[in-house]
């Protein structure tokens, strides 16, 4: 497995290749495909299309992919590689009904599923040694080191997650009705919320929640409100931004160990609970008078670093995707804890569909025995 090439799409030269790969990323929202052909320089890019979601199944997927082809105008039968990032993936064989749903409909081709988080990964760093984080409407990480691919289950609240948007949004609701009724601090997060959501007070505001004019979607969204009063100075919401970053960096540090971990065993041991941060543990002791003259120091706010983290070589990539890093706080303080585990935080430049073509130009081609199992090196998805 070679190094990160960084953030530029590569076409890697191969052999010129018989019959079509396509790249697909299966999200909730939408499905992007792209159809790619062989030529003298490798894979080329044909046509692509946005299609409905694919998040309810493998035949929301078919279903999804079927449409944009047939508008395409690519018959299935000609594709011979098919690539597939799909939401949803959270624990290890949620990929099987997917593979065989898009085997089916791609009966010639050499079928590979992932999860979306790693088309993030390949977008953004290659199939070289990597991290990403995704912060968008939930929280994600997944790492590709020395042992495979490592990725959690990320469902939320059920496998102990933090830190997403949707959260975000509904601790600013959490936040204004307290400090409405006084049971909470004062914020500057009440007004905001209230005008965002046209609501009199907060009483009203879960009253529509409950009855649903106001959607979950909507509570999500505010998200956004948390960074903006985070950015003027509300302790609320900078208290809110500081905890998000730090669960970002602990659910970080979980991928790393168990893609870089000499020993699996340490790295299981080292996913006690107490070996993880907890919630809201993110500020670094300051410099004191006794850390000796030119000592490295670390900002204040920086999340600290799990006992158990491994280190990892010093520039490897960390892509970070989502909506929550459009805050230059939250970025700037995740990317912060990311340096101290070892890693060069960048931002996604490209569209992860676009990382699942990287994929297909990088490996192997389908001549190859090994291309006929999985484009993805070391794909096994380490246990939980």
Known sequence: ???????????????????????????????????????????????????????????????????????????????????????????????????????????????????????????????????????????????????????????????????????????????????????????????LVLAETRAADTVALARAIRDGSVSMRQVGSLASLVARAAADGDTVASDLIARAAAEAVALASVVARRAWAADPASAEDADAPDAVVPPGTSVVPPRTAAVPPGTAVVPPGTPAVPPGTPAVPPGTPAVLAGGTFSDPGFRDTVSAGLRRLGFDPRPLEFRPVDGLVRALREAPTPASPEAHNHPHPNPERTPR
């Open 1 to 191: 497995m070679g190094a990160a090439k960084g953030s530029t799409l590569t076409n890697t030269q191969h052999a010129p290749e018989v019959g079509l790969s396509v790249a697909i990323d299966g999200g909730n929202s939408k499905t992007e495909v792209v159809v790619l052909e062989g030529g003298p320089d490798g894979l080329v890019e044909r046509s692509r299309g946005i299609g409905p979601g694919s998040g309810a199944g493998p035949q929301a997927v078919v279903a999804a992919v079927s449409a944009v082809l047939r508008d395409l105008g690519i018959a299935p039968a000609d594709v011979t590689r098919a690539s597939a990032a799909v939401a949803g993936l959270d624990f290890p064989g949620d990929e099987d009904g997917h593979r065989a749903a898009l085997a089916e409909l791609f009966r010639r081709a050499a079928v590979e599923v992932v999860g979306d988080a790693v088309a993030v990964l390949d977008a953004g760093a290659g199939l070289g040694h990597a991290l990403a984080v995704v912060c968008g409407a939930g929280l994600n990480a997944v790492a590709r080191g020395p042992h495979g691919l490592a990725t959690v289950p990320a469902l939320g609240w059920p496998s102990g997650d933090w830190g997403g948007g949707d959260e975000l949004g509904r601790e600013a609701v959490r936040a204004a009705a307290r400090a409405e009724d006084s049971r909470g601090p004062s914020t500057s997060l009440l007004p």
